[in-house]
């Protein structure tokens, strides 16, 4: 009797402590290191609730989990756990292209049926827990109760253990070209409106809003980032945040009509991530974001190929050419009709001699392609803004050639990259795509840039709303019919989607190189981009600018290039993209053409990578050799303070040599006093070599690392 006594004590006790606790019922989930556990539960009130801890530490405090619906009952309490079930895959895959060659996909999952009994509705939720970090999404089976219907928010928290130490830009739902402010969390609000920069549309959804992908920092020294993967057919997701409670909850970018999503069940929400360490080189190391993709869905990929290119770009960009042939001019009247006037402006810079001055360049050198922007009419009425105009991406001006372009740049060795700017007439675009798709292929291109400058027509929908992603989405599937690869400008940031369309070779969507001849970005600005942009995947970013100063400017407005000469080339290995631009103008590079060896070295895909050092908003240094060879790649940046990175080479091969060629900041390098001083070594080493090298203000060095010949034993002499 006293044992059945006692074991009912203990019973009530811990129905008591769950209740105390508002959980009724838990389900516990570890990676498969043992180091991150998840719990799932569900409070009194029958809402979902879960939790993240990783070696004991908090990560995640009990945070709710649901969907409020317009019209209708929400998902968001009075569920009963109906099913739960486990399930461990371990795999591993081969990315057409990437930062290693192949990819370990490694979790245990947890998927709970959830019944909400007073609507008859069923949700599910799958969780996935790897050792870099969580996974989860929200899925809707067809059934009677749940067939069409309208989300009005989604109500995904993720509570904070602390006031962390945060690198945010703020939630606009139209553009991520922000410098980064780093703040405790309860200090964004406060630094919203500095946060906010004249090239914003200044649509941001809250005074405490971020966007995703989010890099923390905590006081006792875990890296958080939250983000999303695979955002198909889904408003892209920011955070709000309650700075009182320090929870984080998602707000969904809205159509022109406040509405939040369009869902027919069968379906799913796209993955919420949470990746975590105590080693910041771990977040840069995680692949959870692609792993939560699905696999690629192009049968033969032997068409998509890595590309280093130059382009007739930069010189727009700075002010010294024009996109536009002619210049507008006050319309002229002969009797009772008016006739507009136009003349060439001289300025045109997607002429026939220098595209062929560019292709000239990128043939020298080993580029693969050439990017021409301004080729095609329509620009006079697209700066005037009247669209009057849309483009139609067929017709050139009469001094771009295009059949004879095309071909001087094949009987080269390059081809010609195409561009498409949208000028955010989205609908447009979709009417001529097939027509501007087809006319690369008869006309040589294999790759455009598509551009999504301006409010988008035609009712105001917003850059990373569903109705947007669905079209870059579109695009991208279209253009894998035609063989084509795609790096898209002011579309949503990625989430990991190039797994499944890896001719999606790149994306802007966030504060590029342009925005150096803009008025310049922050020093930090590149040591961030890996621990936030780079996450959900690679970026166009546009580096290599050697003329720091801008001199071919004269005398308009514009600011200096915010790092050393050397900065910029390590930022070739630091931010990892397979599209790599050299994007400074041919002359400049001819002024330094010992430096300029790098950028022709370097290369763009990859076997494996190796993170040396890492600290966000402070440094990285890594090391990447390239697919199919022996080389190695090593690229060193650093913020507004001069430091010293220290590495051994242990990364090469045991018991061979390797010539290494060194480009570092000389000793009296600034990045704003002297930016373009710079001081080569080269030498043999091997794996047991140890290097030191000096970074300056907002500097870096670039190493490349080539197995030694014969010569080369010879003729090189020993690293000192």
Same mark, same amino acid.
């Given at each position: 009797?006293?044992?059945?006594?006692?074991? #009912?004590?203990?019973?009530?006790?811990?129905?008591?402590?769950?209740?105390?606790?508002?959980?009724?019922?838990?389900?516990?989930?570890?990676?498969?290191?043992?180091?991150?556990?998840?719990?799932?539960?569900?409070?009194?009130?029958?809402?979902?609730?879960?939790?993240?801890?990783?070696?004991?530490?908090?990560?995640?405090?009990?945070?709710?989990?649901?969907? +409020?619906?317009?019209?209708?009952?929400?998902?968001?309490?009075?569920?009963?756990?109906?099913?739960?079930?486990?399930?461990?895959?371990?795999?591993? #895959?081969?990315?057409?292209?990437?930062? +290693?060659?192949?990819?370990?996909?490694?979790?245990?999952? !947890?998927?709970?049926?959830?019944?909400?009994?007073?609507?008859?509705?069923? $949700?599910?939720?799958?969780?996935?827990?790897?050792?870099? *970090?969580? *996974?989860?999404?929200?899925?809707?089976?067809?059934?009677?109760?749940?067939?069409?219907?309208?989300?009005?928010?989604?109500?995904?928290?993720?509570?904070? @253990?602390?006031?962390?130490?945060?690198?945010?830009?703020?939630?606009?739902?139209?553009?991520?070209?922000?410098?980064?402010?780093?703040?405790?969390?309860?200090?964004?609000?406060?630094?919203?409106?500095?946060?906010?920069?004249?090239?914003?549309?200044?649509?941001?959804?809250?005074?405490?809003?971020?966007?995703?992908?989010?890099?923390? /920092?905590?006081?006792?020294?875990?890296?958080?980032?939250?983000?999303?993967? @695979?955002?198909?057919?889904?408003?892209?997701?920011?955070?709000?945040?309650?700075?009182?409670?320090?929870?984080?909850?998602?707000?969904?970018?809205?159509?022109?009509?406040?509405?939040?999503?369009?869902?027919?069940?069968?379906?799913?929400?796209?993955?919420?991530?949470?990746?975590?360490?105590?080693?910041?080189?771990?977040?840069?190391? =995680?692949?959870?974001?692609?792993?939560?993709?699905?696999?690629?869905?192009?049968?033969?990929?032997?068409? $998509?190929?890595?590309?280093?290119?130059?382009?007739?770009?930069?010189?727009?960009?700075?002010?010294?050419?024009?996109?536009?042939?002619?210049?507008?001019?006050?319309?002229?009247?002969?009797?009772?009709?008016?006739?507009?006037?136009?003349?060439?402006?001289?300025?045109?810079?997607?002429?026939?001699?220098?595209?062929?001055?560019? $292709?000239?360049?990128?043939?020298?050198?080993?580029?693969?392609?050439?990017?021409?922007? *301004?080729?095609? %009419?329509?620009?006079?009425?697209?700066?005037?803004?009247? /669209?009057?105009? &849309?483009?139609?991406? &067929?017709?050139?001006?009469?001094?771009?050639? &295009?059949?004879?372009?095309?071909?001087?740049?094949?009987?080269?060795?390059?081809?010609?990259?195409?561009?498409?700017?949208?000028?955010?007439?989205?609908?447009?675009?979709?009417?001529?795509?097939?027509?501007?798709?087809?006319?690369?292929?008869?006309?040589?291109?294999?790759?455009?840039?598509?551009?999504?400058?301006?409010?988008?027509?035609?009712?105001?929908?917003?850059?990373?709303?569903?109705?947007?992603?669905?079209?870059?989405?579109?695009?991208?599937?279209?253009?894998?019919?035609?063989?084509?690869?795609?790096?898209?400008?002011?579309?949503?940031?990625?989430?990991?989607?190039?797994?499944?369309?890896?001719?999606?070779?790149?994306?802007? =969507?966030?504060?590029?190189?342009?925005?150096?001849?803009?008025?310049?970005?922050?020093?930090?600005?590149?040591?961030?981009?890996?621990?936030?942009?780079?996450?959900?995947?690679?970026?166009?970013?546009?580096?290599?600018?050697?003329?720091?100063? !801008?001199?071919?400017?004269?005398?308009?407005?514009?600011?200096?290039?915010?790092?050393?000469?050397?900065?910029?080339?390590?930022?070739? &290995?630091?931010?990892?993209?397979?599209?790599?631009?050299?994007?400074?103008?041919?002359?400049?590079?001819?002024?330094?053409?010992?430096?300029?060896?790098?950028?022709?070295?370097?290369?763009?895909?990859?076997?494996?990578?190796?993170?040396?050092?890492? +600290?966000?908003?402070?440094?990285?240094?890594?090391?990447?050799?390239?697919?199919?060879?022996?080389?190695?790649?090593?690229?060193?940046?650093?913020? %507004?303070?001069?430091?010293?990175?220290?590495?051994?080479?242990?990364?090469? %091969?045991?018991?061979?040599?390797?010539?290494?060629?060194?480009?570092?900041?000389?000793?009296?390098?600034?990045?704003?006093?002297?930016?373009?001083?710079?001081?080569?070594?080269? *030498?043999?080493?091997?794996?047991?070599?140890? !290097?030191?090298?000096? +970074?300056?203000?907002?500097?870096?060095?670039?190493?490349?690392?080539?197995?030694?010949?014969? @010569?080369?034993?010879?003729?090189?002499?020993?690293?000192?």
């Amino acid at each position: 009797m006293r044992n059945i006594l006692n074991m #009912w004590l203990k019973g009530a006790c811990l129905i008591l402590a769950l209740v105390v606790s508002g959980s009724l019922k838990a389900e516990k989930l570890t990676s498969p290191n043992g180091q991150l556990e998840m719990n799932f539960s569900l409070s009194e009130k029958g809402e979902p609730l879960y939790e993240l801890t990783y070696k004991g530490k908090a990560v995640i405090k009990p945070s709710k989990l649901g969907l +409020e619906l317009k019209n209708a009952p929400s998902l968001m309490d009075g569920f009963k756990l109906v099913a739960q079930s486990q399930s461990t895959v371990d795999e591993t #895959w081969q990315p057409v292209w990437g930062e +290693e060659s192949h990819i370990r996909n490694h979790y245990n999952e !947890l998927l709970v049926t959830l019944r909400q009994e007073a609507n008859d509705r069923n $949700i599910m939720i799958r969780f996935r827990l790897f050792d870099d *970090g969580l *996974g989860f999404r929200y899925e809707f089976p067809l059934q009677k109760n749940l067939n069409y219907f309208v989300i009005k928010e989604e109500h995904t928290q993720f509570a904070m @253990a602390g006031d962390h130490t945060a690198f945010w830009i703020p939630g606009d739902y139209d553009t991520q070209e922000y410098d980064y402010t780093e703040s405790k969390l309860t200090e964004i609000r406060g630094l919203m409106d500095d946060a906010i920069t004249e090239n914003s549309s200044q649509t941001q959804f809250s005074p405490t809003g971020v966007q995703t992908s989010l890099q923390m /920092k905590t006081a006792d020294g875990l890296y958080i980032n939250l983000h999303e993967a @695979a955002l198909l057919d889904y408003a892209c997701m920011h955070l709000n945040l309650d700075d009182k409670n320090l929870v984080f909850e998602s707000w969904l970018t809205p159509d022109a009509c406040g509405d939040k999503g369009y869902m027919q069940a069968p379906c799913k929400s796209p993955w919420r991530t949470v990746i975590v360490s105590d080693d910041a080189r771990d977040i840069l190391a =995680s692949r959870l974001t692609l792993n939560l993709n699905e696999p690629c869905a192009i049968d033969d990929t032997s068409w $998509i190929k890595p590309v280093k290119y130059i382009g007739v770009w930069w010189e727009m960009i700075a002010g010294k050419g024009s996109w536009a042939y002619t210049d507008d001019l006050p319309s002229v009247k002969l009797g009772e009709t008016n006739y507009a006037q136009t003349k060439p402006n001289g300025k045109h810079s997607a002429n026939n001699e220098k595209v062929k001055r560019y $292709i000239d360049f990128a043939a020298e050198h080993g580029f693969d392609q050439v990017l021409v922007e *301004g080729w095609n %009419e329509g620009w006079e009425d697209w700066f005037g803004q009247s /669209k009057d105009y &849309v483009f139609d991406f &067929v017709t050139p001006y009469p001094d771009f050639d &295009v059949k004879m372009l095309n071909s001087y740049a094949q009987s080269k060795g390059v081809r010609l990259m195409m561009h498409h700017e949208t000028s955010a007439s989205v609908r447009n675009y979709e009417r001529h795509l097939d027509k501007a798709y087809q006319f690369m292929v008869d006309n040589g291109y294999n790759a455009v840039k598509s551009g999504y400058v301006g409010n988008i027509i035609p009712r105001g929908e917003f850059h990373y709303g569903q109705w947007m992603n669905n079209h870059y989405n579109y695009c991208v599937t279209k253009a894998a019919e035609y063989k084509i690869c795609v790096n898209g400008h002011e579309a949503v940031r990625p989430t990991g989607l190039c797994r499944t369309w890896p001719n999606m070779l790149g994306n802007e =969507s966030a504060r590029g190189t342009e925005y150096e001849a803009f008025g310049g970005s922050k020093p930090f600005h590149t040591t961030l981009l890996p621990f936030n942009r780079l996450i959900g995947g690679p970026m166009d970013y546009t580096p290599g600018i050697f003329d720091t100063k !801008l001199d071919f400017m004269g005398d308009l407005p514009h600011g200096q290039v915010q790092t050393t000469l050397c900065k910029q080339m390590a930022l070739f &290995v630091t931010l990892y993209s397979p599209l790599q631009m050299a994007a400074d103008l041919p002359e400049n590079y001819e002024k330094h053409m010992d430096a300029f060896q790098f950028i022709k070295d370097v290369a763009v895909d990859w076997e494996q990578s190796k993170y040396i050092e890492a +600290e966000p908003g402070d440094y990285i240094t890594i090391a990447r050799q390239a697919k199919g060879t022996g080389n190695w790649f090593v690229g060193g940046i650093t913020d %507004e303070n001069a430091r010293t990175a220290q590495f051994t080479l242990d990364f090469l %091969e045991p018991g061979k040599l390797y010539v290494a060629t060194l480009y570092a900041d000389a000793k009296d390098a600034d990045y704003k006093t002297n930016p373009t001083a710079y001081q080569i070594k080269k *030498g043999l080493v091997t794996s047991k070599t140890k !290097l030191s090298v000096r +970074e300056a203000r907002s500097g870096g060095f670039a190493l490349s690392l080539i197995e030694a010949t014969p @010569a080369d034993k010879k003729s090189v002499k020993r690293w000192k």
